[in-house]
Protein backbone atom coordinates (compact mmCIF):
# COMPACT_ATOMS: atom_id res chain seq x y z
CA UNK A 1 0.00 0.00 0.00
CA UNK A 2 1.27 3.41 -0.81
CA UNK A 3 2.82 4.91 2.53
CA UNK A 4 0.91 7.93 1.79
CA UNK A 5 -2.39 6.30 1.74
CA UNK A 6 -3.68 7.49 5.60
CA UNK A 7 -3.16 11.03 5.11
CA UNK A 8 -4.78 11.02 1.44
CA UNK A 9 -7.66 8.26 2.14
CA UNK A 10 -8.56 10.58 5.47
CA UNK A 11 -7.76 14.26 3.96
CA UNK A 12 -10.07 12.92 0.79
CA UNK A 13 -12.91 11.54 3.42
CA UNK A 14 -12.52 8.22 1.77
CA UNK A 15 -14.43 8.95 -1.53
CA UNK A 16 -12.82 8.85 -5.17
CA UNK A 17 -12.09 12.41 -5.38
CA UNK A 18 -12.98 12.73 -9.12
CA UNK A 19 -16.20 10.63 -9.22
CA UNK A 20 -16.78 10.78 -5.44
CA UNK A 21 -17.64 6.93 -5.46
CA UNK A 22 -17.50 6.05 -1.53
CA UNK A 23 -14.67 3.93 -0.88
CA UNK A 24 -16.93 1.91 1.86
CA UNK A 25 -18.14 -0.17 -0.85
CA UNK A 26 -15.23 -1.59 -2.78
CA UNK A 27 -13.66 -4.66 -1.16
CA UNK A 28 -10.01 -2.67 -1.55
CA UNK A 29 -8.59 0.72 -0.79
CA UNK A 30 -8.82 3.16 -3.37
CA UNK A 31 -5.28 4.15 -5.23
CA UNK A 32 -3.03 7.24 -4.51
CA UNK A 33 -2.73 8.72 -7.98
CA UNK A 34 -0.59 11.55 -9.22
CA UNK A 35 -2.74 14.35 -10.02
CA UNK A 36 0.37 15.76 -12.51
CA UNK A 37 1.91 12.16 -13.28
CA UNK A 38 5.56 11.98 -12.40
CA UNK A 39 5.89 11.12 -16.48
CA UNK A 40 4.75 15.24 -16.91
CA UNK A 41 7.36 16.07 -14.34
CA UNK A 42 4.73 15.90 -11.13
CA UNK A 43 5.92 14.96 -7.73
CA UNK A 44 5.56 12.58 -4.83
CA UNK A 45 4.31 15.96 -2.89
CA UNK A 46 1.20 15.27 -0.66
CA UNK A 47 -0.23 18.51 -2.64
CA UNK A 48 0.08 16.25 -5.92
CA UNK A 49 -1.67 13.27 -4.36
CA UNK A 50 -5.19 12.05 -4.97
CA UNK A 51 -7.44 9.45 -3.84
CA UNK A 52 -8.62 7.82 -7.05
CA UNK A 53 -10.73 4.44 -7.59
CA UNK A 54 -9.73 1.94 -9.83
CA UNK A 55 -12.07 3.33 -13.27
CA UNK A 56 -11.29 6.67 -12.30
CA UNK A 57 -7.40 6.62 -12.39
CA UNK A 58 -7.27 3.93 -15.54
CA UNK A 59 -9.14 6.47 -17.14
CA UNK A 60 -7.27 9.21 -16.42
CA UNK A 61 -3.66 7.44 -17.23
CA UNK A 62 -1.12 10.08 -17.18
CA UNK A 63 -3.41 12.93 -18.99
CA UNK A 64 -3.66 16.06 -17.60
CA UNK A 65 -6.22 17.45 -20.59
CA UNK A 66 -8.82 16.70 -22.76
CA UNK A 67 -11.20 18.69 -25.06
CA UNK A 68 -14.32 19.77 -23.65
CA UNK A 69 -17.04 17.79 -25.37
CA UNK A 70 -19.42 20.86 -25.83
CA UNK A 71 -16.82 23.46 -27.05
CA UNK A 72 -14.09 21.20 -28.12
CA UNK A 73 -11.57 23.38 -26.22
CA UNK A 74 -9.16 21.65 -24.70
CA UNK A 75 -9.22 22.80 -21.15
CA UNK A 76 -6.87 21.03 -17.71
CA UNK A 77 -8.53 18.34 -15.75
CA UNK A 78 -10.08 18.77 -12.44
CA UNK A 79 -7.55 19.49 -9.59
CA UNK A 80 -8.68 18.30 -6.16
CA UNK A 81 -5.71 20.01 -4.40
CA UNK A 82 -7.00 23.67 -6.52
CA UNK A 83 -10.31 23.00 -6.99
CA UNK A 84 -13.55 22.36 -5.27
CA UNK A 85 -15.15 19.78 -6.52
CA UNK A 86 -18.60 21.62 -6.62
CA UNK A 87 -17.58 24.49 -8.46
CA UNK A 88 -17.25 22.11 -11.58
CA UNK A 89 -19.43 18.80 -10.78
CA UNK A 90 -23.11 18.86 -10.09
CA UNK A 91 -24.40 14.99 -9.22
CA UNK A 92 -27.96 14.44 -10.25
CA UNK A 93 -29.37 12.76 -6.62
CA UNK A 94 -31.95 10.88 -8.73
CA UNK A 95 -30.32 9.17 -12.14
CA UNK A 96 -26.41 9.40 -10.43
CA UNK A 97 -25.13 11.38 -13.29
CA UNK A 98 -22.42 13.72 -12.32
CA UNK A 99 -22.97 16.98 -15.21
CA UNK A 100 -20.00 19.10 -15.50
CA UNK A 101 -20.77 22.84 -14.64
CA UNK A 102 -17.55 23.90 -16.54
CA UNK A 103 -15.55 22.93 -19.04
CA UNK A 104 -12.89 21.73 -16.50
CA UNK A 105 -15.80 19.40 -15.44
CA UNK A 106 -16.89 18.14 -18.42
CA UNK A 107 -13.66 17.21 -19.95
CA UNK A 108 -12.77 15.21 -16.34
CA UNK A 109 -16.42 13.96 -16.45
CA UNK A 110 -15.97 13.08 -20.39
CA UNK A 111 -12.52 11.66 -20.14
CA UNK A 112 -12.77 9.71 -17.03
CA UNK A 113 -16.04 8.38 -18.63
CA UNK A 114 -17.53 9.38 -15.13
CA UNK A 115 -21.34 8.20 -16.88
CA UNK A 116 -20.65 4.85 -17.74
CA UNK A 117 -23.64 2.41 -17.43
CA UNK A 118 -21.99 0.90 -14.45
CA UNK A 119 -21.10 3.95 -12.96
CA UNK A 120 -24.48 5.06 -12.89
CA UNK A 121 -25.99 1.87 -12.05
CA UNK A 122 -23.96 1.88 -9.02
CA UNK A 123 -24.14 5.31 -7.99
CA UNK A 124 -28.41 4.34 -8.23
CA UNK A 125 -27.67 2.06 -5.37
CA UNK A 126 -25.18 4.55 -3.29
CA UNK A 127 -28.09 6.95 -3.51
CA UNK A 128 -30.53 4.64 -2.15
CA UNK A 129 -28.42 3.51 0.50
CA UNK A 130 -27.50 7.05 1.84
CA UNK A 131 -23.74 7.06 0.47
CA UNK A 132 -24.18 9.52 -2.32
CA UNK A 133 -24.18 11.70 -2.81
Not at 13 to 42: D, M, T, W
Not at 53 to 65: A, M, P, Q, V, Y
Not at 98 to 120: C, E, H, K, V
Request: proline residues 9%; aromatic residues 10%.
Amino acid sequence: MNPAYTLVADRAEHRCEYCHAPELVFNFPFEVEHIIPISKQGSNDDSNLALSCRSCNLRKGNRTRGNDPVTQIETAFFHPRQQPWQDHFQPNPITGEIGGLTAIGRSTAYYLDMNSPPQLAARQLWIQWNLFP
